[in-house]
């Protein structure tokens, strides 16, 4: 059976306050009576000590004593009687009542010279009273005794109307317990549901969730927990969509780099096979079937190597370089494509600084920055420079090309991206993996690469290396 979390609350709530102040009243009701009660019996047996000791002389005493002790008595609504040994009243004479009401028991205890005390009697003397009665011995005999009596009426309305106050109290304990009760549950259901729909739109694939909380309680330790859940999960979930979509990319981009190869390539084969070609054209068609199916061995070599560094595969070998010496090897293998394209490669760099990377791979990033460099500049200047600081070696290639807009920089590192369309049939970084590459070889090395560029004015490319 399902209980709602109010009555469960409320139930408990009760419950706990009702056990509570039935044990409470009982308490303080016995505790208020034995109170009352006993210190009423201390003060009739103080009263009775003194009467018996000043009227010691004789049970009959003085007459002035007993009518003074009667009158203050009487005063504070206590009476008391004198009696002998045989329980007669002496003192004061009662026609009605010659012998002293106390039951075989007590006068029992009073011959044996012991005191008598009744809290409450209800039956004897048509009022409740407490009742004291003391012994007085003579030479180890019974001579006598008191008997006070006090009407405890006020006390015991005391007490009642103490027990109607705790009653009002558990009353109005009870109606705040309740009030107190629903707002709580209120409260704790509305939060419990926020959690609910929270976590019905995270099963619906809706990460979009912000539990608010104020830090109160573990309910909102507990929500801030499920927003921090709900924020990975989004970003994973991103994460998933980014890769899919490259994926989706990378599929099209291959797809797409490898049917131009072979398209040409097939028909070329399909000529050379019907005789279609003329054979003055047919060693122009044979170059043309060695060049795209390098370039087809290109895109996959780059491909593998990709995959490799992404997948840390590769093992450096790292050693100390002198940056001058690599600049000018760089300068000649690319001096070729420079002119081509009335480019100029300025090297700036002292000769005796080194940097501490792989020898193979930090070539195939400065062969791969400067080919980038080469392919958007047009009778203009490609610097490579060198400078150590104290902890770092900073490697920069600055050309005065056509620059990249400021919206595509980010994108220059992703796999396949193409800032300029038009250079898919360039013979050198036709794939776009270049820079990525690049990327991923330098955060290899514990190293960082950033770029800077402007519109017709050029591009910077600055790489930083540890030092050993």
Do not use: C
Not at 400 to 420: C, L, P, V
């Amino acid at each position: 059976m399902k209980i709602k979390y109010f009555y469960q609350l409320l139930i408990s709530h009760i419950g706990i306050l009702i056990l509570a102040f039935l044990i409470l009243s009982l308490l303080f009701s016995q505790f208020v009576e034995n109170y009352i009660f006993e210190n009423k019996v201390e003060e009739l047996n103080a009263y009775g000590e003194q009467v018996l000791s000043d009227v010691s002389s004789g049970l009959d005493g003085d007459e002035r004593y007993l009518l003074y002790y009667s009158q203050m008595l009487n005063a504070r609504n206590i009476r008391f009687f004198l009696f002998d040994s045989e329980g007669r009243v002496l003192f004061p004479e009662i026609q009605r009542q010659p012998l002293i009401q106390l039951t075989d028991e007590e006068w029992a205890q009073i011959e044996k010279g012991n005191k008598v005390s009744v809290r409450h009697d209800l039956k004897r003397f048509e009022q409740e009273v407490t009742l004291v009665a003391l012994p007085h011995i003579l030479g180890g005999e019974l001579a006598g005794g008191i008997m006070l009596l006090a009407p405890i009426s006020g006390a015991v309305n005391t007490i009642s109307q103490l027990n109607q106050y705790l009653f009002y109290t558990i009353f109005i304990s009870l109606a705040a317990t309740i009030l107190l009760s629903w707002i709580l549950s209120k409260n704790l259901i509305k939060r419990i549901t926020q959690l609910r729909k929270a976590t019905s739109m995270i099963s619906s694939g809706d990460y979009n969730v912000n539990i608010p909380n104020i830090n109160l309680d573990e309910i909102d330790d507990l929500a801030t927990d499920f927003n921090r859940m709900a924020s990975r999960l989004k970003e994973s979930n991103d994460e998933i969509d980014r890769l899919e979509n490259r994926r989706r990319k990378f599929i099209a981009d291959v797809s797409h780099e490898l049917k131009t190869p072979l398209t040409t390539i097939s028909g070329l084969v399909e000529g050379f096979k019907n005789d279609l070609i003329p054979e003055n054209e047919k060693d122009r068609g044979l170059d043309l079937i060695d060049r795209e199916a390098k370039r087809l061995i290109r895109l996959v070599n780059e491909n593998l190597d990709y995959e490799k560094i992404r997948s840390n595969q590769i093992k450096l070998n790292k050693v100390s370089i002198h940056l001058h010496d690599m600049f000018e090897l760089i300068e000649e293998q690319l001096f070729v494509l420079a002119r081509e394209k009335g480019n100029k490669i300025i090297i700036d760099a002292n000769e005796h600084d080194t940097v501490y990377a792989d020898y193979d791979r930090i070539t195939q990033i400065l062969i791969n920055i400067v080919k980038n460099s080469i392919q958007f500049t047009t009778g203009g200047n490609i610097t490579l420079k060198a400078r150590k600081t104290g902890k770092e070696t900073v490697i920069e290639i600055e050309d005065t090309g056509i620059g990249i807009d400021t919206k595509e920089i980010e994108s220059i590192w992703d796999r396949f991206y193409k800032a300029d369309l038009s250079r898919t049939s360039s013979m050198f970084g036709e794939f776009g993996l270049g820079l990525s590459i690049v990327k991923k070889l330098v955060q290899l090395h514990d190293g960082n690469i950033n770029v800077v560029s402007e519109k017709q004015k050029g591009t910077k490319f600055t790489i930083v290396f540890p030092n050993e």
